[in-house]
């Protein structure tokens, strides 16, 4: 059984950076792609970034493109998220999700079967 668990959340000024880290138990990133998806209150969950693990292909939501990085964490069997310059509108619960969406379908989360619990990022002065 698939279990994945985010952390790194938390309250950063504007500006700063986090670091969210997704940890895979029961199933290897093997042949799947894994994503970020955020959902602030009030809003449908969109879509962050992914990763194709096979290969290392990578996406990114153009309101994140150059400051935030997805990244594999072999040792760990997690995905890594390093966000830098921080913005008041990234707040938002951050998800992690593994799934098998062709090219084209990578930013539709209904693409994506396994999804962790989330984990807040707060971003305010």
Same mark, same amino acid.
């Given at each position: 059984q698939v279990q994945l668990?985010?952390?790194? !959340? !938390? $309250?950063?000024?504007?500006? !700063?950076? #986090?670091? #969210?880290s997704c940890s895979n138990s029961g199933r290897t990133f093997s042949g799947y792609t894994a994503a970020w998806f955020r959902q602030a209150p009030g809003k449908e969950r969109e879509f $962050?970034? *992914? #990763?194709?693990?096979?290969? !290392?292909?990578? *996406?990114?939501?153009?309101s994140v493109k150059v400051r935030f990085t997805i990244s594999k964490d072999n040792a760990k069997n997690a995905v890594k998220l390093q966000m830098n310059s921080l913005k008041p509108e990234d707040t938002a619960i951050y998800f992690c999700a593994i799934g098998r969406?062709?090219?084209s379908a990578t930013r539709d989360p209904r693409m994506y079967y396994d999804w962790g619990q989330g984990t807040q990022v707060t971003v305010s002065s």
């Open positions: 668990t985010e952390s790194g !959340g !938390g $309250v950063v000024q504007p500006g !700063g950076s #986090l670091s #969210l $962050v970034a *992914a #990763l194709r693990w096979s290969g !290392g292909n990578t *996406a990114y939501a153009d969406p062709i090219t």
